[in-house]
């Protein structure tokens, strides 16, 4: 069975996009020579395998090139501006964290590729002239790397959004950067793109645009979303582990109640991606040691509808986009988002809550350390009595426990 996953690629993207630009706002960023707004790693993207058609590459190639295009910045995800640099004050100075090239290269690393793609997010800021990050110049710059370049430097500067408010000036910064930031060999291509696409938004999927599938058999797709858990849990210390350890206790869960092989699969990759809307969470937020204020949890709370919406990009995850969208509901209706209550929410969905709050009690936070085994249980008991955990599930938790 092949699972078209283009949609939800595009859709983590995009949550990543929401992160970073919120991130920037937070500390106050000078947007001022700057253009480009959200869906930036998507317009990248979109703009890059268009630029790859114009260059005869192969379907695998361009594949490959639409995925990094979508994930070149990635590395944001843990490369957040500490609190004492936030008086920071151009976005120049935020690019220029040769880190977030670092650790994105590392993220994607696991990324089943079709081809070889070492070092393109690595180099993706690299500039033809060798004056980029890692002084790498000319043709030693990953071709992927310099393709995605030219569409980096036009929405960081113009705006892939609307490219006919500036066309002509745009056509002049790629004739200008030509044998600079720019790889010779690619103006004339980037230029017949830009003729093609004057009138396109890029925010939006071009209906031209050369990969409108990418299938997966199903371990492929499960060696994707292996890694984009990767990605998330990388957000913080706190939580480097977080969606691992759930993976492995729903995993037990699965074992338990004898589920097939396919629902056991679905149940780990809830379990894995269940927290990607807090990508677009601030760090600042997410490892607050003090109370949150209630704009701050509002966001917060947007988090697992973020993640139910992702997994409704592709249709044999419809279970799964539900019991994501689920797993901080409580059975008294006080849990979030919607405050549904008792056989509202799915049974995998509970599994899910228990499986992330006893994990959640059993790690450090920073408002504070780890509960003991003894703890947690006792915490989650108080829970129950109050109505918002399943009983019986609890009881099957205990049982797990004690095997392990």
């Known amino acids: 069975m092949k699972?078209?996953?283009?949609?939800?690629?595009?859709?983590?993207?995009?949550?990543?996009?929401?992160?970073?630009l919120y991130n920037l706002k937070i500390y106050g960023f000078n947007f001022e020579n700057y253009k480009f707004t959200t869906n930036h790693q998507f317009k990248v993207g979109h703009f890059s395998v268009h630029l790859g058609e114009k260059l005869g590459l192969s379907k695998e190639e361009l594949e490959d090139l639409f995925i990094l295009g979508l994930f070149h910045d990635v590395g944001f995800v843990a490369a957040e501006i500490a609190p004492e640099n936030k008086n920071v004050n151009a976005l120049k100075n935020y690019e220029a964290l040769v880190g977030h090239c670092i650790i994105g290269e590392q993220l994607v690393s696991h990324f089943p590729f079709n081809t070889n793609v070492s070092k393109v997010i690595a180099f993706h800021h690299e500039k033809y002239d060798g004056t980029g990050f890692f002084r790498i110049s000319g043709e030693n710059i990953p071709l992927f790397s310099r393709i995605m370049h030219v569409?980096?430097?036009i929405d960081l500067f113009?705006?892939?959004?609307n490219l006919e408010e500036k066309y002509d000036e745009i056509c002049e910064f790629i004739k200008s950067e030509s044998g600079l930031s720019l790889d010779p060999s690619l103006v004339l291509p980037a230029l017949e793109v830009l003729i093609d696409h004057r009138k396109t938004n890029f925010s939006v999927r071009c209906e031209d645009i050369p990969i409108k599938h990418i299938e997966m058999d199903w371990n492929k797709l499960k060696i994707l979303l292996e890694s984009l858990m990767k990605i998330i849990?990388?957000?913080?210390p706190f939580t480097y582990k977080h969606s691992t350890t759930i993976s492995s206790l729903a995993?037990?869960?699965?074992?338990l109640y004898n589920y097939n092989q396919i629902k056991k699969d679905k149940l780990r990759i809830a379990a894995n991606i269940h927290d990607v809307g807090k990508l677009q969470v601030p760090l600042s937020i997410l490892e607050k040691p003090t109370?949150?204020?209630?704009?701050?949890?509002?966001?917060?709370?947007t988090h697992p509808t973020a993640g139910e919406e992702m997994f409704r990009q592709i249709d044999e995850f419809d279970e799964i986009a539900i019991w994501v969208g689920q797993h901080h509901e409580k059975l008294n209706g006080k849990g979030y988002p919607k405050g549904l209550a008792g056989d509202e929410i799915l049974f995998e969905s509970r599994v899910l809550a228990i499986c992330d709050i006893y994990v959640a009690l059993t790690e450090d936070r920073p408002y504070r350390p780890a509960f003991s085994k003894l703890e947690a249980i006792k915490v989650m008991k108080e829970m129950i009595q109050r109505g918002e955990l399943d009983s019986m599930i609890f009881i099957d938790l205990l049982t797990i426990l004690n095997q392990s």
């Not at 939800?8 to 990543?16: A, D, L, N």
């Not at 113009?158 to 959004?161: E, F, G, T, V």
């Open 3 to 20: 699972i078209d996953v283009i949609r939800i690629i595009e859709q983590f993207s995009r949550i990543i996009d929401e992160g970073v």
């Open 151 to 153: 569409g980096n430097s």
């Open 158 to 161: 113009y705006n892939l959004d």
């Open 233 to 236: 849990d990388h957000k913080s």
């Open 251 to 255: 995993d037990q869960f699965s074992e």
């Open 291 to 301: 109370i949150l204020t209630g704009a701050e949890m509002d966001l917060i709370m």
